[in-house]
């Protein structure tokens, strides 16, 4: 069974994708979607060559090298120019998948799709999106095993599209859509950060040379925070 977390992920590919899963470890999603669809095609990749070996097995096992590819290599790197709409990264930190899109920007030509679902600071990749003409449709945030995810997918076109004017820093913060919606899931988790955050500055406020330009940082972080929990 596919996790709740990777279903999310596959319910943001159309039918018939032709898309890269970088990142792919034992290649679950890419399997679980062509098994589903018999019109889907990928490219997974991975830079390390355990879990590349495991997804090599994994495609084998369901009979489906003839549609997923597994290539080693780093990021993008794997694809060659115009080869897939969808572009799929994720269980990773959000810097990181910034990195990968950001130095294969060359393979995106023809990408119409990316959906991500970084671990940690989703802030990088929406600002990444902003920055390069991605407009950030759909955000969803899931609880799994203890676990809180965020789900971010976004399309070629207008950047400043599901924005307000209002604050753009704190929405690519907490997430535009996500603050929108304001869902039991999202209150959860910055209901943790909100905490985890206020004993950092107690920390650092309580410590000989206080960071001030930290402290201001988290201050206006905290802010944000109750903001969106009132
Ligand atoms: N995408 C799967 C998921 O969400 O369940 C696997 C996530 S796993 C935690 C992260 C995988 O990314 C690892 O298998 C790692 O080898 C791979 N990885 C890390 N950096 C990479 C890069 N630059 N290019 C390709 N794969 C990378």
């Known amino acids: 069974r596919l996790s709740e977390r990777l279903a999310k992920v596959a319910e943001y590919l ?13 290649a679950y999603l890419p399997c679980y979607v062509c098994l589903h669809d018999h019109k889907a095609s990928a490219v997974a990749g991975e830079v390390n060559k355990g879990p590349y070996q495991s997804a090599v097995e994994e495609v084998y096992s369901h009979e489906l090298a003839g549609r997923i590819d597994v290539r080693l290599g780093d990021g993008l790197n794997v694809l060659k120019a115009d080869e897939v709409k969808q572009v799929v990264i994720a269980g990773m930190g959000g810097p990181l998948i910034r990195d990968i899109l950001e130095n294969g920007k060359d393979k995106l030509g023809r990408v119409s799709r990316i959906i991500v679902q970084p671990n940690i600071d989703a802030r990088t990749i929406r600002q990444w999106f902003y920055e390069n003409r991605f407009c950030l449709v759909q955000e969803t945030i899931l609880e799994e095993n203890g676990h809180i995810y965020e789900v971010l997918v976004a399309e070629r076109g207008e950047p400043g599209k599901n924005y307000d004017h209002q604050n753009l820093q704190k929405q690519l913060w907490l997430g535009p859509l996500l603050l929108k919606e304001n869902n039991s899931v999202f209150k959860k988790k910055w209901k943790q950060e909100k905490s985890k955050k206020e004993n950092i500055l107690k920390q650092i406020s309580g410590s000989k040379q206080p960071d001030e330009e930290k402290m201001r940082r988290f201050q206006f972080e905290l802010e944000w925070i109750k903001e969106a929990l009132e």
């Open 14 to 26: 159309p039918k018939g994708a032709c898309f890269a899963d970088i990142g792919s470890d034992h």
